[in-house]
């Protein structure tokens, strides 16, 4: 009798990519079945790095809520801390002045320009690319530099203001911005050629990571994800905010949605925020950059003299113009800055320091029950961020601290459908694409 030869049960493996895993862009742990070289099945674990953002804003007054955005993309902040304000404004019934508005716009977009470089630098030197790294990286620095300029801080910045902007930005900025963008522009036209015909790179990411229309629409992705797969949103355009719907701009839009068409499209997105930037800069009115919700404005040193004399019935509810930075009091600045309303935006450091009034009134909105107290109500208010849609829900019982904010992070839907662009390719292909969704870790977990 024949031997019968024994059976062999075939089984796939499991390996763990993090979470701590230099190409895993935070904390990031992916659990991938494989069978072989090709990749079965994908488990996302996000929950290495809870930020308890949503629980400490309901602990902490309004205007101490900024920090954290900050920490929520902290690639780029500066629309972090836009987004939660115009929330808040929304729910307070404030208009910002056209200045602020035109001074958002261009940081957002500088921050846009950072985000994007900081995912393709990322993203090809994870393929061995190390030369665009290095090219990207020292175009971010010069927009950097523009950041530091305009918030005094270059990463966790806290620039934005219920109301307004923590100061007015440098007179000499336009000339300095325009010099950053011009050695941006130039390292993007060298990457250009390094990457978008190099065959190693084409091959690499063309018909990579595939994101169908479909599969973008049921999970809710926006951004640079879902514009590379055909889907044709942009809340600056769908929803126009600030003076975005003032801006002469193209959405770029990709037809495959692989890997390349998603480099292709935060390419071309840098070339329009560029292209936004001179717009706003070359149209920027003057005038004050916080708001000033009724009344007449008084300055300081009025309001102090007045003070001197006993005559304090009337100041409760007065505003004062002072100057956005602690570089003096020189008057001739006076005009180009906005009258402060008193029971919603902070006063200016030189105002806090120099004056009782400008002190009391910085203790006043920082203490417990004395701060701004929106109307009970909620609304949400949402912004084109880096990585796409990023929403802020806030509920106000008519206190000092919000009773509840949600937050809608772009990063979180993409890593949602994350596990749908690596089922099916190959190991090698696993962090390429992982890094071209550019998730952001500090929004995942909130």
Known sequence: MAAVAPTREVRNMLINIGPSHPAMHGVIRLIAELDGEKVVRVQAEIGYL?????????????TQVMPYTDRLNYVSPLINNFGY?????????????????????????????????????????????????????????????????VTGARLTISYGRIGGVKGDIPENLGEKLESALKKVEKELYEVDRLLTRNRIWVDRTRDIGILTREDAVSYAVTGPLAR?????????????????????????????????????VRMEEMRQSIRIIRQAMREMPGGPV??????????????????KMGRTAGLVNVRTTVEPTLSG????????????????????????????????????LIMDYHGICPP?????????????????????????????VRVRPPCFFNMAVLHKLLEGYMVADIIATFGSINMIAGELDR
């Open 85 to 149: 304000c115009a929330a808040v404004e929304k729910l307070l019934g404030i208009e910002i002045t056209e200045r602020c508005k035109y001074i958002r716009v261009v940081m957002s977009e500088v921050s846009r320009i950072t985000d994007h470089l900081t995912c393709i630098a990322a993203s090809a030197m994870e393929m061995g690319a190390m030369t665009v790294f290095l090219y990207f990286m020292k175009a971010r620095e010069f927009l950097y530099e523009i950041v530091e300029d």
């Open 50 to 62: 809870h930020r308890a953002f949503e629980k400490s804003a309901e602990d902490s007054s309004w």
């Open 329 to 364: 009091m020189e008057r001739p600045f006076l005009d180009r800055v906005m009258p402060h309303d008193r029971g919603v935006v902070l006063p200016s450091k030189d105002d806090t320091y120099s004056n009782i009034e400008g002190l009391m009134n910085h203790f006043k």
């Open 228 to 264: 590379a797969s055909g889907i044709n949103y942009d809340v600056r355009k769908a929803h126009p905010y600030l003076v975005y719907d003032r801006m002469d701009f193209d959405v770029p839009l990709g037809e495959k949605g692989d890997n390349y068409d998603r480099y292709l």
């Open 376 to 404: 009970r109500g909620d609304t949400y208010f949402a912004v084109e961020a880096a990585n796409g849609e990023l929403g802020f829900y806030v509920v106000s019982d008519g206190k000092d601290r919000p009773y509840r």
């Open 290 to 307: 916080a708001v000033d919700s009724r009344g007449e404005p008084v300055k300081s040193f009025d309001l102090v003299d007045e003070a």
